[in-house]
């Protein structure tokens, strides 16, 4: 059974952009190549029809994809409860005195120039529920790691 993922807006009409652009100008676009190629004759040792092909293959997974996220997630904007949840933005500081800024969300929520960490992950989970002023620390492959909360915030768009 699928898990139901969380989208900020912006990140819900990304996706619908996305599978539009896809299933309308991509599909039309692999479906031109798809024929130049085939005019060029013999498709056993067609470098290029076999490259259209393959690009075709990876957009209609991806079509795919994003369908199953959409009919998979809930799209809502996150309320302010002073501490870490999903949808949130956690200013934390390390054992170095270095200060940091996570958005806790979902990988489909990525937004450029933002360190992300998915709920799921180690650290995304150990700062769902944290405060300002708590510390939390978690596992990973590199040893433990801890961070201080300095303050928590609603992402905005």
Request: glycine share 8%; aromatic share 6%.
């Amino acid at each position: 059974m699928s898990e139901t993922k969380w989208l900020t807006p912006a990140a819900h009409q990304k996706l619908v952009d996305e599978l539009q652009q896809l299933t309308t100008v991509g599909r039309e676009e692999v479906t031109k190549r798809i024929a130049e190629a085939r005019d060029h004759g013999d498709l056993r040792e067609n470098a290029e029809y076999d490259a259209a092909k393959n690009e075709q293959g990876l957009m209609e997974a991806r079509i795919r994809q994003i369908r199953h996220i959409l009919e998979n997630s809930e799209v809502h904007e996150v309320e302010d409860s002073g501490e870490v949840t999903v949808g949130t933005v956690a200013t934390v500081i390390d054992d170095d005195g270095d200060e940091m800024e996570f958005f806790v969300a979902p990988a489909e929520n990525k937004v450029p120039g933002m360190l992300l960490a998915s709920p799921t992950s180690p650290l995304g989970a150990a700062l769902l529920g944290a405060k300002p002023g708590e510390k939390v620390s978690y596992e990973a492959p590199g040893g433990t790691f801890s961070y201080e909360i300095k303050a928590v915030r609603v992402y905005e768009d």
